[in-house]
């Protein structure tokens, strides 16, 4: 059974940074490329970044370039984003998905909620 | 950047009913780079639909989707009482980069 589950979320200040986790489990990790995708609550879904297998080909969306990182450690089976100068509108709940075998993402987690306040 | 748009944002149907839902596309898109999810509430969203028309593993087949181009369509052909919830459309492109649609909120009229 495919798992993602995801850690890291907590309530910090703007300007500080948080590294987020997703443990990978149920599927070779390392056959596929992963996502992390936001949700502000009762919003809709706005992508943030994305990884191939390989770490080769990253991507990130306007929002969030220059101040997020993503990154994996197949040996660990993990996914990880690095967030800094987190501002308000980062707040969210964080999902990470896997992508399937063609251009869709076919398992998410259950996410973890960042929350950027002072 | 390709956006989708997906109207009206609340549709409102009754159970048994067939409901359809649009999403259009800013520019042309490839229809294996389309796909839809369902979210309820507190839950992840799931996938439904790949390739503009697959059905995911165990998705019911009175869920469908079709077109091409700039104009796809997600079919349900008789409303259940769990399928009462929001609907996303996305598409994938280059660089790994994902397009969501804003949503079509499913209500029961």
Known sequence: ?118 | EIVLTQSPGTLSFSPGERATLSCRASQSISISNLAWYQQKPGQAPRLLIYGASSRATGIPDRFSGSGSGTDFTLTISRLEPEDFAVYYCQQYGSSLSITFGQGTRLEIK
Request: proline share 2%.
């Open chain 1, 1 to 118: 059974e495919v798992q993602l589950v995801e850690s890291g979320g907590a309530l910090v200040q703007p300007g500080r940074s948080l590294r987020l986790s997703c443990a990978a489990s149920g599927f070779t990790f390392d056959d596929y490329a992963m996502h992390w995708v936001r949700q502000v609550p009762g919003k809709g879904l706005e992508w943030v970044s994305g990884i191939s297998w390989n770490s080769d080909i990253i991507g990130y969306a306007d929002s969030v370039e220059g101040r997020f990182t993503i990154s994996r450690d197949n040996a660990k089976n993990s996914l990880y984003l690095q967030m800094n100068s987190l501002r308000a509108d980062d707040t969210a709940l964080y999902y990470c998905a896997k992508r399937g075998a063609g251009s869709y993402l076919d398992y998410w987690g259950q996410g973890t909620l960042v929350t950027v306040s002072s």
